[in-house]
C-alpha cells in the first residue's frame, strides 16, 4: 500500500483559495473512486523545530500569532488563526511523505504551497518551505543526499534559497512561467520553457545530465505542479495537454524506479478558472498518484 498524507486541516483556514481548499477536492475524489494501492493517512504536525531548520524564529511567530500582520500575510493569505494549524500540519505531511518513502520507496502528501517560501517570508501563496523542510530533516535521519526535482509551472526561488548552501541538496527545476526564477548553478538547475514541444525533451535530458554531474541520491522530492497545463490561468503553457503531463509523470517515477530512488510526492500547483474547473483540476493531480502507486515498493 502506498501512503498519501491528509488532514483536514489542509483545508481548514477561513482564506478561500485553490492552495487552501483542492487537497479536499482530491481527498473527497480518492473516498468516491478510489485508486488501488492507495491509503490515506494523517500525519503529524511539523514540529516547531522542524521549522527552524529553515525559517527565521520572528516568522514562524508571525504565522503562528498574526502578528505584525503584514509579515504574517506576507504569502498571500489573509490571516486566520486556523492559518497556523494549516501549516503545520500541510507541511507535516511532506515531512511525513519524505520518511515513509525512505522506508517504503515512494509516498505523497496532498500538500501545496511551499517553494516560494523563504527563511524570513512567506511570498506566492507559500507559508512555509516543507520541501526544504522534509530534505533537511531526511538528512538527518541519515540521507546522504537529496534532490529536489521541481515541476510547477513557477520556479522554487524560495526553495533554493534554503538549500543552496547545503552540498547535500541538489534542486532540478523546469518551468513554464518566470515567476521566481534563479540563477543556474552548480547544483541548482532551473530551465524556462517556452515552446511546448521542448517540455518533456529538457526534462528527460535534466534528469540523464544527472547521472554525469550528480552524486547517487538516496531520495527524491517531487514538487509535482499541474499549473504547466495549457488551461491553468496561472502558469499554463499552450500546447502542455493533460497527455504530455500524463507521460511527464511516468517518466519521472520511471526514473526514480530504475535507479532505486525514492521519491515523495506533493502536489504542488494548480489554479481553476474559465478553462479548467474543480473537477478538471482534480483529474490533473490524481495522474500524479495514479502513477505513483504503480511504482514497486
Not at 489573509?78 to 507535516?92: D, F, H
Not at 523546469?174 to 529538457?202: G, K, N
Not at 527524491?220 to 499554463?236: K, Q, T
Request: glycine share 8%; aromatic share 10%; charged share 20%.
Amino acid at each position: 500500500m502506498m501512503q498519501v498524507f491528509y488532514s483536514p486541516r489542509y483545508v481548514g483556514t477561513g482564506y478561500e483559495f485553490d492552495t487552501t481548499r483542492k487537497a479536499k477536492w482530491v481527498a473527497d475524489s480518492l473516498a468516491e473512486s478510489p485508486i488501488p494501492g492507495v491509503v490515506l493517512e494523517e500525519p503529524a504536525p511539523v514540529s516547531h523545530a522542524q521549522l527552524a531548520l529553515v525559517h527565521d524564529p520572528d516568522y514562524i511567530r508571525a504565522v503562528q500569532t498574526g502578528e505584525p500582520r503584514k509579515l504574517a500575510e506576507s504569502q498571500g493569505f489573509t490571516w486566520y488563526s486556523e492559518v497556523w494549524q494549516m501549516a503545520l500540519a500541510t507541511n507535516g505531511g511532506v515531512v511525513a511523505a519524505a520518511t515513509a518513502a525512505l522506508e517504503h520507496g515512494v509516498a505523497g502528501s496532498l500538500s501545496s504551497g511551499l517553494h516560494h517560501a523563504r527563511r524570513g517570508t512567506g511570498e506566492g501563496f507559500c507559508t512555509f518551505n516543507g520541501l526544504a523542510i522534509a530534505a533537511r530533516v531526511a538528512l538527518s535521519s541519515g540521507a546522504r543526499s537529496v534532490l529536489i526535482l521541481d515541476l510547477d509551472a513557477h520556479f522554487g526561488g524560495g526553495t533554493q534559497s534554503l538549500v543552496s548552501d547545503d552540498p547535500r541538496i541538489w534542486q532540478v527545476d523546469v518551468s513554464t512561467s518566470d515567476f521566481d526564477q534563479y540563477p543556474t548553478s552548480e547544483r541548482a538547475w532551473s530551465c524556462l520553457v517556452r515552446d511546448p514541444s521542448d517540455y518533456l525533451p529538457i526534462i528527460e535530458r535534466r534528469l540523464n545530465e544527472l547521472e554525469q554531474y550528480a552524486p547517487r541520491f538516496d531520495l527524491c522530492l517531487y514538487n509535482a505542479g499541474m499549473d504547466p497545463y495549457e488551461n491553468c490561468p496561472m502558469g499554463g503553457l499552450s500546447g502542455v495537454t493533460r497527455e504530455i503531463l500524463a507521460t511527464r509523470e511516468r517518466l519521472v517515477f520511471d526514473w526514480c524506479v530504475t535507479r532505486g530512488l525514492p521519491v515523495a510526492f506533493v502536489i504542488a500547483g494548480g489554479y481553476i478558472g474559465r478553462r479548467l474547473d474543480e473537477n478538471q483540476l482534480t483529474d490533473l493531480h490524481r495522474l500524479t498518484i495514479q502513477q505513483a502507486a504503480c511504482t514497486p515498493n
